[in-house]
């Protein structure tokens, strides 16, 4: 069902088949092992069920001022129990329990927990179940899979378990039913329940298959829930028939208030994921209203809400997805958690390591802010798991097994969990920011480009406005079209032009169907982005990078897209400028910015920058690198720079001769231009002082020129030859000579050489 409902906005009754997903078992060990198991190592240092957990980090080396910090929290844990912490008051939660599976896992782990304190192993089953485990769905079957799978589980060390059923407490959120509230009052008058405190429990429950865990009970009604239970048990066990059934009816809405309103000493979940564009309107609304920093996705309020039910030495361990590190609608949930918690371990894992199409993270973190806590970072790829997708070691030894004080986030700004940077490259983020030396500007979304876009060569060449200072020049002029920059595919220096965008009458139609469309936008500016920077020199990128960032130069005379957002050096320092941002530099900046495959507008403005020493620059090879960039995508009939074919321009007397000289000039221009980028790296990375940190090596595969290839030159050349025959093109005079239709201002005498 999950196929049917997934990708469109969702009805409460399918949120549970839209949301489930399966958490391997490693993964929910590390969650249990490191929060459960590191509760115990806390207050038993000298126990040794640490070298049995598999996936147990042992926590980094602390400071002695960590250290106290840690003790006096956990000393305060103990204190509720008397001189050591007591199994039986470990208590965990799992708020969206599905079947089980992590409840299972944490059972394995408290009865290491009671067999080492001592305990007789019958006792353990029941104890672990009635005292321990606490989990909560909005799905009944699942539920009920749950409690299966755990009394299966306490069956198997002991056999006379069912012989006296224990009380388990898992649930299944069930709705209330506040228009019934008048009858609940009169069949319970002679109770003394207040109708106010019956308001208080339908209200909260109205949409509670909706909500599920993440409704949260006011601390004043908290407190009156034992009252309220006690009062209800009564009226059940009354004579009055209807007391008894509203009694029935408003009991089981007392017991999910209760175990929604407790603390635990640890909440584990793979929470429902769950995007603003998928939740209905009830559910948006709650998300807005309730959870306001993480309202952006279910997981993100889940973790959110986890924390309200722990209690100050309790951990919230949640695998999810790894947006909320990165991502700026996340930024002040990320912030108030670096402000008030503590992360203390994480297994960040990359697409399809849990058999989904996104990168994820298992991070447990500590209800409690730990001033210069040292944390424990680990990276898993997908190449890193097994066959059964189990690491083949863990932690996993690579460049980002890490360990990192919580306070370092703070360095960036948006504070990104960039675990794997080192100090000299947060050392970085103390430079001025990219966006005071240029300006970073969004472009335009035509909001329907099937109408107002073209390939260029779509068009009659004539139609065409190139190289104006801005639109409504070109408009002056009798141009209605304009070459358009829409970022592309990865290249660097320059490249990637073959659109051009209708915008006649200075974008006066275009401005029109946003307006029609969009009729709350006050300013059409919302969309048609930046008009005032249309034409100018500047640099774009793509914003989908694949992992690689690559920055071209625009040319005066382009208006440009969302995908092709642009940047505008305010001293027009453009070789600078886009020396700096086509070396690893960028590359590491930006993968801790936003390592996600989409660089944003607001990622470029945070870049650290200084300029460089003028004598340096004048040195600088971005200049060379833009002209053979140019001089490569002009060799190509999707250039409207085109002239001449590069086999032609050889001018050898027979084709043999003429592609491998060809061949030859390519091989030296991409030899060339690795000297150039390797050249340009080094004068940054020495400027920046990151010469332990990064290579000035450039991959061939980065060097985005077009290699000499028999095959595809040959469809190239006839293509060309085509366009000879047709008049397109002619061997008298470089670029395109006619484009037109219908023969009009065909001058047959530019082809001599060949008629």
Request: with cysteine; glycine share 6%.
């Amino acid at each position: 069902k999950k196929d049917q409902v997934i990708g469109k906005v969702v009805k409460s009754e399918d949120i549970p088949a839209a949301t489930q997903l399966f958490t391997p078992n490693w993964i929910v060990k590390y969650l249990v092992q490191n929060s459960v198991g590191r509760l115990w190592m806390m207050t038993q240092p000298e126990s040794t069920l640490a070298s049995e957990w598999e996936y147990y980090i042992q926590p980094a080396e602390q400071t002695d001022e960590v250290n106290a910090q840690l003790k006096q929290l956990i000393d305060v844990r103990i204190s509720e129990d008397g001189d050591t912490l007591n199994p039986e008051s470990i208590m965990v939660l799992d708020p969206a329990c599905g079947s089980g599976h992590i409840l299972v896992e944490a059972y394995d782990c408290l009865k290491a927990i009671y067999l080492e304190r001592g305990y007789r192993s019958r006792d353990i089953p029941r104890l672990i179940l009635e005292k321990n485990l606490y989990g909560i769905d909005i799905d009944t079957r699942a539920a009920q899979l749950a409690s299966f799978a755990l009394l299966m589980k306490a069956r198997e060390d002991d056999r006379r378990l069912f012989s006296n059923p224990p009380k388990l407490n898992i649930i299944a959120l069930q709705d209330s039913q506040p228009d019934r509230l008048d009858a609940f009052s009169q069949d319970l008058a002679s109770t003394g329940i207040a109708q106010t405190d019956l308001k208080e429990l339908l209200d909260l429950f109205e949409h509670a298959s909706t909500f599920g865990s993440l409704i949260q009970v006011p601390a004043a009604f908290a407190k009156k829930l034992p009252d309220l239970e006690s009062k209800l048990n009564a009226a059940a066990e009354s004579g009055d028939i209807f007391a008894q059934q509203s009694a029935h009816d408003l009991l089981p809405l007392v017991q999910q208030a209760k175990l929604l309103a407790k603390q635990y000493d640890a909440v584990i979940a793979n929470p429902p994921y769950m995007g603003g564009k998928g939740m209905n309107t009830a559910l948006k609304d709650f998300a807005k209203k309730k959870f306001p920093d993480s309202k952006s996705d279910l997981f993100a309020m889940f973790i959110e809400r986890g924390f309200a039910w722990c209690k100050d030495s309790g951990f919230n361990s949640m695998v999810t997805m790894q947006s909320w590190m990165f991502l700026s609608s996340y930024e002040a949930m990320r912030e108030k958690l670096l402000q008030d918690r503590t992360l203390s371990c994480m297994v960040h894992m990359g697409n399809g390591v849990m058999g989904i199409a996104f990168g994820t993270a298992a991070t447990v973190m500590l209800n409690n802010h730990v001033r210069d806590y040292t944390g424990s970072f680990s990276y898993c790829d997908n190449n890193d798991i097994n066959e059964q997708g189990i690491p083949r070691q863990f932690p996993i030894l690579n460049n980002r097994l890490k360990t990192i004080k919580n306070d370092a986030f703070d360095k960036i700004e948006g504070k990104p969990i960039a675990y794997w940077a080192s100090e000299k490259t947060l050392d970085l983020f103390s430079l001025n920011q990219f966006e005071d030396y240029a300006s970073i500007r969004q472009g335009m979304a035509t909001t329907d480009n099937e109408r107002f876009l073209r390939k260029w060569y779509e068009l009659p060449i004539n139609f065409i406005g190139f190289g104006y200072d801005s639109p409504s020049e070109g408009n002056a002029n009798g141009y209605e079209w304009f070459p358009y920059n829409k970022g592309g595919e990865y290249r660097k220096w320059y490249g990637n032009f073959e659109y051009v965008v209708n915008y006649e009458n200075n974008g006066e139609v275009l401005i029109e169907l946003v307006k029609s469309k969009y009729p709350k936008i006050s300013d059409p500016e919302f969309v048609i982005k930046n008009r005032s920077y249309y034409c100018k020199e500047g640099i774009t990128w793509s914003d989908v990078t694949s992992g690689v960032t690559s920055f071209r130069f625009v040319p005066k005379g382009m208006i440009f897209d969302g995908r092709g957002s642009c940047i505008f050096p305010y001293k027009n320092e453009i070789n600078e400028v886009i020396g700096f941002l086509n070396t690893p530099i960028t590359l590491l900046v930006a993968s801790l910015l936003n390592p996600t495959s989409v660089l944003n507008p607001g990622d470029i403005k945070k870049l650290p920058y200084k300029e460089l020493n003028v004598d340096l620059v004048s040195n600088t090879a971005a200049e060379k690198l833009v002209k053979i960039a140019k001089l490569d995508w002009d060799s190509y009939e999707t250039s409207w720079d085109f002239t001449q074919n590069p086999i032609i321009r050889t001018q050898q007397p027979n084709l043999e001769l003429a592609f491998n000289t060809w061949q030859q000039q390519n091989a030296n221009a991409v030899a060339e231009m690795k000297r150039l980028e390797e050249e340009n790296n080094k004068l940054f990375i020495d400027a920046y002082g990151l010469q332990d940190e990064l290579t000035p090596d450039v991959p061939d595969e980065q060097i985005t020129l077009t290699r000499a290839d028999c095959e595809k030159d040959s469809q190239r050349l006839i293509s060309y030859a085509l366009g000879c025959m047709m008049g397109r093109y002619s061997l008298d005079e470089p670029g395109l000579i006619y484009a037109h239709a219908g023969n009009q201002d065909f001058d047959a005498s530019r082809y001599q050489k060949f008629p």
